[in-house]
C-alpha cells in the first residue's frame, strides 16, 4: 500500500506540473502508467519543472525517451545477470 501512496503523490506532482505550465491535467493519468513507477514519474515532472515544454508533443516526446531508458536499462541487467550465469556455469565446469 505503501507503493500505491508514493505513485499517487508523484501522479499528483505531474499534474500540478502540467497545469502549471497550462497543459490539459487529462494528459497526467495516461503519463504516469505509461511511465509506470513514481521514480520514472518523479523524473518526469522534475523535466517539466526545469525544461518547459511549450507543447504536448514535447512533454509526450520527454515520457517515452524516459521510457525507453528504463526498457534499456532493464534489458542490460538481464544481459548482466544471464552473462553472470553462463560464467558461473563456465567456472564450474573448469573445476572437475
Do not use: F
Not at 508523484?10 to 509506470?36: I, M, V, W
Amino acid at each position: 500500500m505503501d507503493n500505491r501512496y508514493e505513485w499517487l503523490r508523484a501522479r499528483d506532482g505531474l499534474a500540478s506540473a502540467l497545469a502549471a505550465l497550462g497543459h490539459p491535467t487529462e494528459l497526467c493519468e495516461p503519463l504516469a502508467k505509461q511511465l509506470g513507477s513514481p521514480k520514472a514519474i518523479q523524473r518526469m515532472t522534475a523535466y517539466l519543472r526545469q525544461a518547459k515544454p511549450r507543447s504536448i508533443e514535447e512533454v509526450v516526446d520527454e515520457a517515452l525517451a524516459i521510457c525507453s531508458e528504463i526498457d534499456a536499462w532493464r534489458q542490460k541487467k538481464a544481459s548482466e545477470q544471464a552473462n553472470a550465469r553462463y560464467t558461473e556455469y563456465l567456472n564450474s565446469e573448469r573445476d572437475d
